[in-house]
């Protein structure tokens, strides 16, 4: 039995997300969707039989504020980047 590795495509529209998941994507990132693009997007892939092959993963825009609303869409994975690039580093040394 052949094994595969699993592989992510980002996309920024509903036709690309389509054709990922028919090119065998494992899992697609829907990269600043809003949530009722997103809907619509699960929506199309359902149709095509192509909803059930494919971890859905929302990115971009996401904070505490709308998290909820991304999480009723019907996505796998929700991204938020806002958790590690808007952290104030802190200056650190050490001396031997």
């Known amino acids: 039995k052949k094994r595969y590795k699993k592989f992510e495509v980002e996309v920024e529209n509903t036709k690309d997300a389509v054709l990922a ?11 600043n969707f809003t949530p009722s693009q997103i809907k619509k997007t699960i929506v ?19 904070n505490s504020k709308n998290i ?18 808007s952290v104030k580093g802190i200056d650190v040394s050490l001396e031997i």
């Open 21 to 31: 998941a028919s090119e065998g994507a494992s899992i697609i990132m829907l990269d």
């Open 44 to 62: 199309v892939l359902k149709k095509k039989k192509l909803r059930d092959k494919v971890l859905l993963e929302a990115s971009g825009g996401i």
């Open 68 to 85: 909820s609303e991304y999480g009723k869409t019907g996505v796998d994975i929700i991204s938020i980047g806002s958790i590690t690039n």
